[in-house]
């Protein structure tokens, strides 16, 4: 499935003062006192809130262990080829970027992607940890020299069917059905300037 000819919304960089509660889903719902990621205003089609909202945290973290699953995969099959050699070096220290170990950088990715989508700044993953979603994803990919075409691979091949694969809708069956991979996911991700962010680093 490609991204291509996904329609984008406008992109809010504004974060909005939240707070948090329990949110019944494994994780924390923002209330006053607490910023939103950009997606908090992304909706999807299924449900009409935002991402975080209609599947709550226990969804994103099985979302997380997929696409982990699905670069393993990736490259078990195929090496570094369509990826690049970024994932390789996790817990390598070298670039410096790379010096979180595998599940620290499981963790970091799956709050990072909470916060994005309009969920807490943190979450206590599955080892028990508890991880910042805010980060700089410029200093994340330091080093790492990502090129566009490994950029849209990872999200074609490796996030889209991730979500799918969780049960996000995507459209299958006609036009009415509903997209939330489309409407509430993919415009932070192929947002020029978050991409910018992490390409050519």
């Known amino acids: 499935m490609s991204l291509t000819g996904i329609r984008t919304a406008a992109l809010i960089t504004t974060l909005f003062a939240l707070g948090c509660g329990d949110d019944g889903n494994g994780g924390t719902t923002p209330d006053a006192g ?23 945290a226990t969804a994103f973290v099985a979302v997380n262990e997929a696409i982990f699953k699905n670069v393993n995969d990736e490259v078990t099959a195929h090496g570094t080829t369509n990826l690049g050699d970024s994932f390789t070096k996790i ?6 970027s ?68 969780s049960g996000v809708p995507h459209g299958a069956g006609g036009s009415a059905a509903p997209n939330d991979v489309s409407s509430c996911f993919a415009p932070i991700l192929v947002d020029a300037s978050f991409k910018a962010s992490i390409v050519g680093k």
């Open 34 to 56: 607490e910023t939103k990621g950009p997606g908090a205003t992304l909706k999807c089609d299924s449900s009409g809130k935002n991402a975080f909202d209609t599947y709550g």
């Open 91 to 96: 817990g390598s220290g070298t670039p410096s």
């Open 98 to 165: 790379t010096s979180d170990n595998a599940a620290t950088f499981k963790g970091k990715l799956a709050a990072f992607l909470v916060y994005a989508y309009g969920g807490p700044s943190s979450i206590t993953y599955t080892d028990n940890v508890t991880y910042q979603g805010p980060q700089n994803m410029v200093t994340a990919h330091t080093g790492l020299n990502i090129t566009s075409a490994q950029y849209d691979y990872f999200l074609t091949n490796q996030v889209v069917p991730a979500l799918i694969s």
